[in-house]
């Protein structure tokens, strides 16, 4: 029977038995939970989000982004000054995120010790209906980039995705795919990996929050969660208990450690929460005397990988990647403010804008507070400054190149770029924290993988040092920054893990 339970419904305690719990429910635990189940285990999922329904999705983006993210798109780094979005739901951050579906690197699978991911990769790209973006479907927005990327004799390319045909995409994506079905729309996990795992009779608990996994004699045995509307933050006192053989975490690079930290896990190499990478970016647009309409159609669908050069260096460079928004959210992004901000809005038709997304050396941390809330710490190194303000004039030569009359800035306040000869202003200022828009929606690294105990917190297959029948799925176990967009490599490490702990069963 397919069975998604709303612990919101739910006014009693209850008790679960089962093979395998899974915490999470995005790119990482559906793929396990899909993988556990077909082999033949009992499998429990937990969400600590709602099972959202895409037909009721809207375009107001203040419902929507208390909707589909943790802290309502709000969370951020302890100084304020990086803003990091992280769905929370059913599929987690898949239903919001652009479905850029890129393969690993194989500079990155060499550095983490993973020789050879293509099965993996190939059998995700199978569920997940990957295929190449048609040029009829690059928007005008990405024709205007790859138009400046060729006139600086950059390198850069059309990307795969996973999207069915889609009546209605548009920048409105990032607030999920109102047409999401599968083979239509985005195919999330929500609406591919995750109703596989429940007919093969997984269950599922949406809002359920994982607050304990419980340990004995060194093994995991069971999680404890809270069941509520809103349970991360709710005052219910009903509670879920799973009794259970393995316990697959796969809640987010700042969801997973957060939990490991609050029940208190071992940790003898003092990695947990460590080695936290964001992929920090920033947005650089462009005014343009023609019409781009950017908000029309595939918002990602070409991008700039000429300084990402893996080969030479696997640990930095960055990509441009084009980047739209909805007038709220673009207005929200803009410097300024008053008339001048007002003044920039009305050119929305005319914008195109870059996003410079870091390959970043720099790591930070997460640790839990007194309440048990995750506390980000992360500051960019001098070098990854200076590589990011590069990437920041690089974004502005590539749309003077396409035809830009004003670049635009994410600063606060507003400094006209209108040729070359202004550059010097942007390496004069370079990255200035609470003064300019930082963002991440790519978290990773907290729990990383590694042969050593004391360099890493779980070993190459996912499972922890230091508990046995603890396993990680999700972005955390990255040893290092990947660089790219992420969705795939965390798909496919989960199936790699999931299969390898379903032909070691019973543990």
């Known amino acids: 029977m397919v069975m998604i339970i709303r612990g919101c419904d739910i006014q009693q305690d209850l008790s679960e038995t089962v093979d395998v719990c899974v915490i999470g429910s995005g790119a990482g635990g559906a793929v396990a939970a899909k993988e556990l189940a077909e082999a033949g285990l009992s499998v429990i999922v937990l969400e600590a989000g709602d099972a959202h329904q895409p037909a009721t999705f809207s375009r107001h983006a203040p419902e929507m982004l208390h909707r589909l993210f943790w802290d309502g798109g709000m969370r951020t780094t302890r100084d304020g000054s990086i803003l990091i979005s992280q769905g929370r739901g059913v599929g ?73 045909p889609c009546a ?56 404890v969660a809270q069941l509520g509307k809103d349970s991360d933050r709710s005052s219910s006192n009903h509670r879920l208990t799973v009794d259970c053989q393995a316990v697959v975490l796969a809640a987010g690079a700042i969801n997973s450690p957060q939990l490991w930290l609050k029940s208190r896990l071992p940790d003898p190499g003092k990695q947990v929460g460590k080695n936290l990478h964001l992929h920090p970016a920033v947005f650089v647009g462009g005014i343009f005397d023609d ?12 991008y700039v990988n000429h300084f990402l050069e893996l080969e030479r260096d696997p640990d930095s460079g960055y990509i441009l990647m ?63 400054r200076a590589l ?40 004069q200022r370079g990255i200035v924290s609470n003064d300019m828009l930082i963002a991440s929606s790519h978290p990773q690294g907290t729990l990383r993988m590694g042969s050593h105990p004391r360099h890493s917190v779980v070993d190459t297959y996912g499972e922890a040092h230091a508990v046995k029948g603890l396993f990680v799925t999700d972005a955390s176990l990255f040893p290092s920054s990947i660089g790219i967009p992420p969705t795939l490599t965390i798909a496919a490490l989960a199936d790699r893990i999931a299969r390898r702990l379903a032909v070691n069963w019973p543990l």
């Open 168 to 223: 209605d995409c548009s920048v409105g994506c990032f607030l999920g795919c109102r047409e999401s079905k599968p083979g239509i729309g985005k195919q999330s996990m929500d609406v591919t990996y995750i109703p596989r795992a429940l007919e093969a009779g997984a269950c599922l608990y949406s809002n359920c929050h994982a607050e304990l996994i419980r340990v004995e004699n060194g093994r995991a045995i069971g999680v």
């Open 388 to 427: 990011l303000v590069e990437g920041m004039v690089n974004a502005a030569r590539l749309l003077f190149a396409a035809g830009a009359r004003e670049i635009i800035l994410p600063y606060t306040r507003r400094i006209p770029i209108k040729s070359e000869s202004d550059f010097d202003v942007i390496r």
């Open 92 to 164: 987690g951050s898949t239903v919001h995120n652009f479905c850029y579906a890129v393969r690993t690197p194989e500079p990155i699978l060499d550095k983490w010790g993973i020789h050879d991911l293509s099965p993996e990769l190939d059998r995700v790209e199978a569920t997940l209906g990957v295929k190449q973006i048609d040029e009829a479907q690059v928007n005008h927005l990405n024709r205007v980039i790859r138009r400046g990327c060729e006139a600086m004799g950059w390198r850069g390319v059309v990307q795969r995705h996973n999207r069915g």
């Open 322 to 384: 084009p980047a739209f928004g909805s007038p709220v959210l673009v207005a929200a992004s803009m410097p300024a403010f008053g008339h001048e901000h007002r003044e920039l809005m009305e050119n929305y038709r005319h914008i195109a804008a870059l996003l410079v997304l870091l390959h970043d050396r720099s790591s930070g941390r997460v640790v839990v507070n007194r309440h048990g809330h995750p506390v980000i710490r992360y500051r960019l190194s001098r070098g990854d």
């Open 291 to 302: 019409v781009i309409d950017a908000h029309q159609g595939i918002t990602q669908s070409y």
